[in-house]
């Protein structure tokens, strides 16, 4: 199914998009990738929903890619014995191991690793930053805090500690039962929320033994500073805005997302920009002007992928989110200001033969009359710099793997078409040709760019371009190989 835009995106299934009917429709609608979200579900309930992705994958004919999010540590205070309490600003507030029900002057919170990591001022924020808290003394089972914001607090809310890195693995038990089981499934890419270290990116890729591609979400302020090498461990990234926007200042979030996005591009390297995109659509079939803002900004970034959460897994109105961000895409990549603003974000040289390849397949696809660039590779990594070149025409990612066809779905413009395995050259551009028209790319009139790296199959040897024809008797006619 040719789609009319690159930037792709991803899906989150849930209660109101659990059903055949509707996982096609999302599909249908404009979903690149579906979000299985760890947090939520049983096993049994998200085995379901990825025997569904795969059968609509199976009856259209195309690659889907699966995403596995990993819910990660989760920090929650305890109960309380009304099920609320009223914490007033300038009071004073105490956090503290004792199992006991709270109330307006204390309450459990049973991570003690955080009081272990505390220092005299640091801040907590509980629910999503609406109750904050400042540290005016702590111990090893306790944290005596004054009220900078008041409000209700209720049982179980989440805690953020965005002052100190915490002495935290960024994959609880349960997130290890779930790695194993989505691995076990046949997921495509793993998320991996609240990464604070490179090192927490080697745990799941240890655990995951290249049964899927690892994804790190960047929600904490540790993860923003040490950015380069979580980057250079990770297959992808997410901007995770909704965590991020609650342990830094709000305004600092979208100066982070634009270099975040530039940095993943530079690395050829897939990003998702998520959180809060429509939310609005939750409860209303339209989306707010400034929330179609958001996503076009994210497009106009250059992001390989735009997201959405609640909309698709709980709202009122899935495909309708779907639909918008679509057509906001579509609308934004023909803005005649935009292959400029692309291309502006275009940084550094070549420094291999492949990405020598890329960036002329690249420049003669638009300077000449070529319909797209079709790339032949094993372990995504052809396709993957030539969606970093972010080209002016589609690319048609070729494979007869699979596994990479489907991690290629979250990458920007790519297209992807299995094929056989391939032993000469003159095949390759024959298959080349085919997919270009089945696609609706070209027509026999048409000329394509063929990249591949002979000899075939081996992973990290693009070292052929050509132009083709698309009319295969030309092909037959000029090619003797």
């Known amino acids: 199914m040719r789609r009319l835009r690159n930037v792709k995106i991803v899906a989150t299934l849930g ?52 995403l596995a999010d990993l819910q990660g540590p989760k920090l929650r205070v305890g109960a309380f014995k009304d099920g609320t309490a ?33 220092a005299m001022g640091a801040a907590l924020l509980v629910n999503d930053g609406k109750i904050r808290l400042k540290v005016e003394d702590f111990g090893a089972d306790y944290a005596d805090c004054t009220v900078v ?10 805690v953020n500690v965005p002052d100190v890195v915490l ?31 490179p090192e927490d990116v080697a745990e799941a890729r240890h655990l995951a033994d290249g049964r899927a591609a690892i994804l790190s979400k960047i929600e904490k302020p540790a993860a923003v500073e040490r950015f380069d090498e979580i980057l250079e461990v990770s297959d992808g990234i997410m901007v995770a805005r909704g965590d991020l926007g609650v342990e830094l200042p709000v305004q600092a979030v979208p100066p982070i997302q634009k270099r975040l996005v530039r940095k ?14 429509l939310e609005s659509m939750i409860d209303s079939p339209m989306p707010t002007r400034a929330e179609v803002s958001d996503v076009a900004t994210a497009i106009y970034e250059g992001t390989d992928a735009i997201m959405l959460s609640a909309e698709s897994a709980a709202g009122h109105y899935p495909v309708e989110a ?58 995504g990594t052809t396709a993957l710099l030539t969606a970093r070149e972010r080209p002016g025409v589609p690319i048609i990612a070729m494979t007869s793997l699979r596994g990479t066809a489907r991690r290629l779905c979250l990458s920007w413009g790519c297209t992807c078409v299995m094929t056989g395995e391939l032993e000469r050259f ?11 028209r089945a696609k609706g790319f070209a027509t026999e009139t048409d000329q394509i760019v063929v990249t591949a790296g002979v000899p075939f199959n081996i992973p990290g040897t693009t070292n052929i371009l050509r132009v083709a024809p698309c009319d295969e008797r030309l092909i037959y006619r000029t090619d003797p190989g």
């Open 322 to 379: 779907v639909q918008t961000m679509d057509k906001v895409a579509i609308e934004v990549e023909s803005d005649v200001n935009y292959p400029a603003i692309i291309a502006g974000q275009r940084g550094g040289r070549a420094s291999g033969i492949n990405d020598a390849i890329v960036a002329a397949a690249r420049e003669i696809a638009e300077t000449t009359d070529i319909k797209a660039i079709c790339c032949f590779t094993q372990s």
């Open 15 to 66: 209660p109101a998009s659990e059903s055949y009917d509707m996982i096609r429709a999302l599909f249908e609608a404009g979903a690149d990738v579906f979000r299985l979200n760890m947090s939520h579900g049983t096993h049994d309930e998200i085995r379901e929903k990825h025997r569904i992705i795969r059968q609509v994958e199976k009856d259209l004919d195309t690659p889907i890619a699966i």
């Open 167 to 197: 002495p935290l693995a960024a994959l609880s038990e349960k997130d290890r039962g779930d790695l194993e089981f989505a691995c076990a499934l046949g997921v495509d890419w793993l998320a991996l929320s609240f990464v604070q270290r």
């Open 264 to 277: 993943c591009r530079s690395a050829a390297k897939p990003v998702i920009v998520a959180t809060q995109m």
């Open 86 to 118: 009223e914490l007033e600003e300038g009071g004073s507030f105490r956090l503290d191991l004792d199992p006991a029900e709270g109330d307006a002057t204390r309450v459990c919170l049973p991570h003690p690793e955080i009081f272990e990591s505390l």
């Open 149 to 158: 914001t008041g409000g209700t607090i209720s049982n179980r809310k989440g």
């Open 426 to 436: 003159k095949s390759a551009v024959v298959n080349a040709a085919r997919a270009a």
